[in-house]
C-alpha cells in the first residue's frame, strides 16, 4: 500500500511538471531564452548570468539547445534547495507532502506563529501550492513549500513593522525624522548637477525634510543651487512644484522644506508667493488651533507641508499681521555675536535674536559687532513650528529658546559637543528639534555614520542621499521601521526629561537582548568580477547602536560558488540597548585583484527581525533590488 501512495505521488508531480513544460518543447529542444522563460512561468526565479552557466552544464550536446530532461534536471538544481529539502522533510510523515497538522506544527516551533490554525494553514497551501491535485487534498507538496518559504510571508522583516504602528500623537520632536541634505544634488558639491531627480528619489524613499538652497536668480525667479560652486541651477518653483506632486506618495506624515535662504527681499516674496500657490491648503501657513504654545505631533500634520526659515519676530506676531497689509513690507533682522557665558572667554557663538529677545538678554550678554539681514514677511509669516534657530549653546538654549525654533549642528561641532556634553545635548534634543548636517569638506557628497547622533535624540539626521554606502544603508534601514512613514519614535529614554541616559554607560534598567543568528545558505549571489562558479564568498553581520553594541561577525569563505554557497554557522549577539540597534547583514567576495568585491547588503533594525528561517533580500549600493539573491538564515531570541 506505502508503495503504491509513493508511487502515486510521484506519479502526480512528474504529470504537473509535464503539464507545465510539454508545449514548449513540442518543436524538440529549446534555448537558454526560451528556458529562462519557462522557469519563470514556475515561479522560480533565476538571474539570466546564472542561468546561462546552469544551461551550459546541462546542455549535454553542446548545440545551444536542452531536452525536456535537460531542463527538469536545471529545474531540480535551481528549485530543489538541500537545505529547504532537510526542512521539509523533517516536517514531512511520508517526505512527500506536508499536512494541515505538520504545516501548523512548523510555523508553531519553527517560525514562532501564534494563533495557527487550520484555516491559516489552508490558506498557506491555497496561495502557494502550485499542483491542483494536491491543493484539493488539502495538503502541500515540496514545490509548495520552496514557494512559501521564497515568498514575503517568510522575510527577516517583522510584517507588524510594515505598518504604521507606533504612537503618531506625540510632539514631532519625539521622533527621527528622514531627512537629507543638499537634496538637489544628484552628485558632488562643486561641479555636479542640481536636479529635480534628487527630490523625487527622496521622496520615494520617505524623506521628510528637503533641503533647498535658494538664491537670486534672472527675471526675478529664485533659483535652486549649491552657491558659489559651479553645480547646476533649477528653478525654485520648479522644485516646489516637483515636491508637491510627490511629496505624500510614500507617507502622508508632514514634510519639512529646510530653506537655506540667501535670496534678496524681493525674491523671497516671489518664494512665498510660490509655496502659497504650489501647496495651497497644504502649507502650513498658521499654528493648529491644539497647539498654540507646543509642537503638533506627526498625527495632527498629517499632508502638511511645513517651511523651516529664518522668522521675525513671534508667532503671535504673526497672527497679529493676519489679514493686515504688511507682508509685503520688509523687517531688519539683527545678528549679534556675543561670548557665551557658560563657555570660556574664546568661545563665542552667534546669535539671531528679535528685539524682544535682545531686551530678555542683555543683562547676561556683551554685545560686539553687529550684522544685519533683511528677511520678507510674507515668507517670514509662512515659518510656523519650523523657525531656523542658529545654536549658541545649551545654557542659551534652556534660557530663551522658545518651542518652535530649530537648530541645525555641522557634524564636527555636534561631534565635540556629544563628547563634551553629552546629557546637556541629550536634554536639548528632548526639548527642541536639531538638525545635524555633514562638514563642508564633505565636497564628494560623502556621508558621516548618522547612528552617533540618533544614540543622542537628533531628529533630523540629513544625509545626502545620492551618495551609496554604509551611512545611507543605516538610513535605510533605520526607516523601514513604522512603516516606512519616515517618522520613527524615539525610545523612551531618549524622550524621557527625567532620564539620564548615556549612549556610552549601559542602561541600568535595560536587560540585554540576545540574539542567536544561524547563517545558512546564499542563492544567487552575483559577482561582478567572477563568475559565479569561480567566485569566493563570505558573509559580514554588523550591529550599529550605542558605541558598546558596535560589534561584527563573519563567515567562512566558501570558495567557487555563488550560486548556492552554504555556510550552516552560527552568531551569538549580544546588545545592551536594542532600541537604538541595526543589524546589516553584507555578502562579498574575495578577489585576488581587488580584495574583495560587494555582492549585497540588507539593513534593518534590531528588533523589526522576525524569527525562525528567514530570507534576507539583498540591495545594491545604489538601494535596488537584487532579487532572487538572498541569504537564508535562522533567528532566534528572547525578548
Not at 244 to 273: G, R
Not at 287 to 316: H, M, W, Y
Request: glycine letters at 4%; aromatic letters at 12%; hydrophobic letters at 35%.
Amino acid at each position: 500500500m506505502a508503495f503504491c501512495e509513493n508511487f502515486l505521488n510521484i506519479f502526480v508531480l512528474h504529470t504537473w511538471f509535464l503539464s507545465m513544460v510539454t508545449d514548449e518543447f513540442k518543436g524538440g529542444k529549446i534555448t537558454v531564452e526560451t528556458a529562462h522563460k519557462l522557469l519563470e512561468k514556475l515561479h522560480i526565479h533565476c538571474s539570466l548570468s546564472h542561468f546561462k552557466l546552469i544551461f551550459k552544464d546541462n546542455d549535454r550536446q553542446k548545440l545551444g539547445r536542452i531536452t525536456i530532461e535537460e531542463f527538469r534536471s536545471i529545474y531540480r538544481t535551481i528549485a530543489h534547495r538541500e537545505e529547504l529539502l532537510e526542512i521539509f522533510n523533517a516536517y514531512s510523515e511520508d517526505r512527500k507532502f506536508i499536512r494541515n497538522h505538520n504545516m501548523i506544527n512548523f510555523l508553531t516551533k519553527e517560525q514562532y506563529i501564534l494563533d495557527v490554525n487550520d484555516s491559516v494553514v489552508y490558506e498557506i497551501f491555497e496561495k502557494y501550492e502550485p499542483i491542483e491535485e494536491v491543493k484539493k487534498e488539502k495538503k502541500m507538496s515540496l514545490e509548495g513549500f520552496i514557494r512559501y518559504m521564497a515568498s514575503s510571508e517568510c522575510l527577516i522583516f517583522n510584517t507588524n513593522c510594515h505598518k504604521v504602528y507606533q504612537d503618531m500623537s506625540h510632539p514631532i520632536s519625539d521622533y527621527f525624522i528622514s531627512s537629507s541634505h543638499n537634496t538637489y544634488l544628484i552628485s558632488d558639491q562643486i561641479i555636479g548637477p542640481s536636479d529635480l531627480w534628487g527630490y523625487v528619489s527622496a521622496l520615494v524613499k520617505g524623506c521628510r525634510c528637503l533641503e533647498i538652497d535658494c538664491w537670486d536668480g534672472s527675471q526675478n525667479e529664485p533659483i535652486v543651487y549649491h552657491g558659489y560652486t559651479l553645480t547646476s541651477k533649477i528653478l525654485f518653483k520648479t522644485v516646489i512644484q516637483s515636491i508637491q506632486k510627490y511629496a505624500f506618495i510614500s507617507s502622508e506624515y508632514p514634510v519639512v522644506l529646510s530653506l537655506e535662504n540667501h535670496c534678496s527681499p524681493p525674491q523671497q516674496e516671489v518664494m512665498a508667493d510660490n509655496l502659497q500657490s504650489t501647496f495651497g491648503e497644504a502649507l502650513l501657513c498658521d499654528v493648529l488651533e491644539d497647539f498654540p504654545d507646543r509642537l503638533p505631533s506627526p498625527e495632527a500634520l498629517k499632508f502638511k507641508i511645513l517651511v523651516k526659515n529664518k522668522k521675525v519676530g513671534t508667532l503671535q506676531e504673526t497672527q497679529d499681521r493676519k489679514g493686515s497689509d504688511k507682508h509685503g513690507q520688509v523687517q531688519e533682522y539683527g545678528e549679534e555675536e556675543y561670548p557665551d557665558p557658560q563657555t570660556s572667554s574664546s568661545e563665542t557663538v552667534t546669535a539671531k535674536k528679535s528685539s524682544d529677545d535682545m531686551k530678555k538678554s542683555s543683562s547676561i550678554l556683551s554685545i560686539f559687532k553687529k550684522k544685519r539681514v533683511k528677511v520678507s514677511l510674507a515668507l517670514s509669516d509662512l515659518v510656523i513650528y519650523t523657525k531656523a534657530e542658529k545654536f549658541r549653546s545649551f545654557q542659551y538654549s534652556r534660557q530663551f529658546q522658545k518651542f518652535n525654533e530649530a537648530n541645525s549642528i555641522e557634524e564636527t561641532e555636534a561631534r565635540k559637543l556629544s563628547k563634551l556634553k553629552v546629557q546637556e545635548f541629550i536634554y536639548h534634543t528632548q526639548m527642541f528639534i536639531t538638525r545635524i548636517y555633514p562638514d563642508s569638506t564633505r565636497t564628494n557628497s560623502s556621508n558621516f555614520n548618522p547612528q552617533e547622533f540618533w544614540n543622542i535624540g537628533c531628529q533630523m539626521v540629513a544625509l545626502n542621499f545620492q551618495t551609496p554606502g554604509m551611512p545611507m544603508d543605516l538610513q535605510t534601514g533605520k526607516f523601514l521601521d513604522n512603516g516606512g512613514a519616515g517618522y520613527v519614535l524615539k525610545p523612551k529614554f531618549l524622550r524621557d526629561k527625567t532620564s539620564n541616559f548615556d549612549p556610552n554607560i549601559p542602561l541600568a534598567d535595560n536587560s540585554p537582548f540576545t540574539v542567536t543568528i544561524r547563517v545558512i545558505s546564499g542563492v544567487q549571489l552575483l559577482p561582478n568580477l567572477a563568475p559565479s562558479s569561480t567566485a569566493n564568498v563570505f558573509v559580514i553581520i554588523e550591529v550599529f547602536g550605542v558605541p558598546n553594541d558596535g560589534i561584527k561577525q563573519q563567515t567562512r569563505v566558501i570558495k567557487k560558488n555563488a550560486f548556492n554557497p552554504k555556510w550552516n554557522e552560527t552568531f551569538t549577539f549580544v546588545i545592551g540597548v536594542p532600541e537604538l540597534a541595526l543589524i546589516r547583514f553584507v555578502a562579498q567576495s574575495q578577489n585576488l585583484i581587488v580584495g574583495t568585491e560587494f555582492l549585497g547588503q540588507y539593513t534593518l533594525p534590531v528588533l523589526c527581525m522576525s524569527r525562525g528561517y528567514r530570507r534576507v533580500p539583498l540591495y545594491s549600493k545604489e538601494g535596488s533590488s537584487l532579487e532572487p539573491a538572498s541569504l537564508f538564515i535562522y533567528v532566534w531570541y528572547i525578548r
